[in-house]
């Protein structure tokens, strides 16, 4: 008999065909520590944040996609359409940055990613805000940590840079979920009904965050 863990986290256990039921169990018993080191391993495993290192082919996601990183010749980004074009940009299915901008390369992608989610939000709200009834007045761009977006008083919302990884129709959840909060500031059963009307099936929505949530980072 033997007994192991699938990739999928499934417990395989393989016994001969004429193996006795009563044995089976017991040989299940007596493995029943192992079997639940492995699993837990697997959990943490799965649960650690992927490292993104800021080196040559490395992939960074936005709205959902992930494009690679290519360092290049600072005579290169300068060469873009602007004089004071930015040391990184999303050019041609690859990010760029310049190579003498590698120091402070997390500081330039958290910036695009802000001004990302702001060009964003300006087109994205106007789909939204006379459906749910609310007026946004006011965007701010922050780190709020393990929080995705949260609702200000007067009319703001604050949201989250790393949320701008999130595949669009995430991310559109994100903005919708806080201009309901707009008009219903606790997770009520208006809220969520109010959701639906927008987002039917945002049920996925929230799952998809729960499951893939810790990847959206740098
Ligand atoms: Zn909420």
């Known amino acids: 008999?033997?007994?192991?863990?699938?990739?999928?986290?499934?417990?395989?256990v393989r016994v001969p065909h004429k193996?006795?039921?009563?044995?089976i169990e017991?040989?299940?018993a007596e493995k029943r520590i192992w079997i639940y080191q492995?699993?837990?391993r697997k959990k943490a495993v799965n649960s650690e944040r992927p490292k993104r290192e800021f080196v040559n082919g490395q992939g960074f996601l936005y709205l959902g996609r992930s494009y690679r990183l290519k360092f290049v010749d600072n005579s290169e980004i300068k060469s873009g359409r602007s004089s004071k074009a930015?040391?990184?940009?999303?050019?041609?299915?690859?990010?760029?940055?310049?190579q003498s901008e590698k120091a402070n390369a997390r500081n330039h992608f958290v910036s695009w990613y802000k001004k990302q989610i702001k060009k964003q939000l300006k087109e994205r709200v106007l789909r939204y805000d006379k459906r749910i009834g609310v007026t946004v007045k006011d965007i701010r761009i922050s780190?709020?940590?393990?929080?995705?977006?949260?609702c200000g008083r007067n009319g703001a919302i604050n949201f989250n840079w790393r949320s701008v990884m999130a595949p669009v129709w995430v991310f559109d959840y994100i903005l919708?979920?806080?201009?309901?909060?707009?008009?219903e500031r606790g997770h009520t059963n208006r809220f969520w009904h109010l959701v639906a009307r927008v987002i039917p099936d945002y049920e996925k929505h929230v799952r998809w965050l729960n499951e893939n949530g810790a990847d959206l980072d740098l």
């Open 1 to 12: 008999m033997g007994v192991s863990i699938e990739r999928d986290g499934g417990v395989m």
């Open 19 to 23: 193996a006795e039921l009563n044995d």
């Open 26 to 28: 017991k040989f299940i």
């Open 38 to 40: 492995k699993l837990a």
């Open 86 to 98: 930015a040391p990184l940009r999303l050019w041609r299915g690859h990010f760029e940055l310049a």
């Open 143 to 150: 780190d709020l940590g393990h929080r995705w977006a949260s």
């Open 176 to 183: 919708v979920h806080e201009m309901v909060h707009m008009s």
